[in-house]
């Protein structure tokens, strides 16, 4: 039976789980502030799609910063399909500069290359039926898995947003997130509850 959770994780020592968590979290804010700082508003554009979109990129560059791989990207390529509807934030060249850079490409939900060539993939409005399709094709490879149209968390993806007004959260599917080939660490699950970190 798969589990879905919102709620933190027992991490193996308090003093590591403090140390780490203040690591990670700083490590956060230098990203939000990279992104922060390119990402001023676009003439013309709805406020609300803005803020969305920068909410969204916050919680996904927040659970790729908490992320690891069995053989560290450099950069982490964020690969982004399937007709996302909040992901231009994640599209910021200043990614690259972040101390864990981070490349962001689109793809066609039927590229060859996802598998191979993704270490995160985002996935935007698809039925259930084609996420599960394009998970059992990624699966036995490190590839962590964020949807924005899988709001139970129920199809297979690890993260699955939660978009409520000009918030965005999220839930984690801990066997899908097991079975990723990726380890997250427990403390990620602080960015599912609570406003967003300062800007």
């Known amino acids: 039976m798969k589990r879905v959770t919102t709620s933190p994780l027992r991490v193996s020592t308090a003093r590591q789980g403090a ?25 013309g554009t709805n406020e609300l799609y ?25 950069p982490i390529r964020l690969c982004i399909t399937a007709n996302p509807q909040y992901a231009e934030r994640l599209f910021d060249p200043v990614l690259l ?3 864990r850079p981070i490349k962001t490409v ?4 039927n590229s060859q290359f996802l598998p191979g ?7 935007g409005k698809i039925s259930a039926s084609q996420q599960q399709a394009l998970l059992h094709r990624i699966s036995g490879h490190a590839i962590l898995s964020i949807s924005e ?11 699955c947003l939660q978009i409520d007004g000009d ?11 097991a079975r990723s080939g990726v380890h997250v660490h427990p403390n990620v699950l602080q960015l599912a509850k609570g406003p967003e970190l300062p800007l």
């Not at 689109?106 to 939900?109: G, N, V």
């Not at 060539?117 to 996935?123: G, N």
Request: hydrophobic fraction near 45%; glycine fraction near 4%; charged fraction near 15%.
């Open 50 to 74: 803005q803020k969305r979109t920068h909410s969204v990129a916050t919680v996904v560059i927040g659970i790729i910063s908490y992320t690891r791989w069995p053989v560290e990207p450099n």
């Open 106 to 109: 689109l793809m066609p939900l």
């Open 149 to 159: 149209n899988d709001s139970e968390c129920s199809v297979g993806n690890a993260f």
């Open 19 to 43: 140390a780490r968590f203040r690591f990670f979290r700083q490590l956060i804010v230098v990203l939000i502030a990279l992104l922060s700082l390119s990402g001023q508003a676009r003439p």
């Open 117 to 123: 060539q993704c270490d995160v993939i985002y996935l």
């Open 167 to 177: 918030y965005a959260s999220f839930k984690v599917n801990l066997d899908a997130l």
């Open 97 to 99: 500069t972040a101390p």
